[in-house]
């Protein structure tokens, strides 16, 4: 893993996702924290377009930038729903620049969202791990499981209720007969 220097706002660590980059000062909204980079690729060669990686950042529809050099330290950054940074995209420039939209913490993830496409196609399947998904996945298991045992207390107090029913006095043309005399008198009557 490369060394960062104290210089720096950030520093790579290990996350609920695997590796992810950390502030190690604090970020204003606005400031340029790191750039996304590595070589060029043009999609109309066909050796770069073939080229399979998670960490390939779309410029446009023609360049992409292959950030899968261990030097990229943007490449750490994780998925996020509800991120703290962004990307600026420069397609003319070939540059990406991550930006924070929200003060960061020393200590915080560094994060940001990687769009609907890579979303659809990496995350989506094994489903997100960011913090704000795992909230919700919590929130609706402890709603489930609430109304599970809401369910289970309702049909505790259904069943004790005809069980009531069934103790009492059972009546059989008029009469009325407890357990095991009504079930010897509707016998003989039968």
Same mark, same amino acid.
């Given at each position: 893993?490369?060394?960062?220097? !104290? ?5 790579? &660590?290990?996350? /609920? ?12 909204? &606005? ?11 043009? !999609? ?35 998925? !996020? ?42 995350? /989506? ?6 913090? !704000? ?6 929130? @609706? ?11 289970? $207390? ?21 009469? $009325? @007969?407890? &357990?095991?005399? $009504?079930s010897a008198t509707a016998r003989k009557s039968?």
């Open positions: 893993m490369p060394a960062t220097s !104290s210089q720096k706002p950030y520093r790579v &660590g290990r996350s /609920k996702t695997g590796l992810g980059l950390f502030a190690t000062k604090p970020i204003k909204k &606005g400031t340029r924290i790191i750039r996304y980079f590595g070589p060029i690729l043009d !999609s109309r060669i066909p050796e770069h377009d073939a080229i399979e990686n998670k960490y390939l950042f779309e410029l446009n529809g023609r360049w992409t930038i292959d950030g899968s050099l261990r030097k990229n330290l943007a490449r750490y950054i994780n998925h !996020s729903c509800r991120p703290n940074a962004e990307s600026d995209v420069r397609p003319r420039e070939r540059k990406v620049f991550i930006r924070a939209i929200k003060n960061i913490e020393p200590g915080d993830e560094i994060n940001y969202d990687y769009g609907t496409d890579y979303f659809k196609a990496y995350l /989506k399947p094994i489903g997100c791990k960011c913090a !704000s998904c795992e909230n919700k996945r919590k929130k @609706l298991r402890a709603d489930a499981r609430a109304e599970r045992s809401k369910v289970k $207390a309702r049909t505790e107090r259904k069943a004790k209720k005809v069980g009531a029913k069934g103790a009492k006095k059972k009546k059989l043309n008029g009469k $009325a @007969l407890n &357990g095991k005399a $009504a039968a």
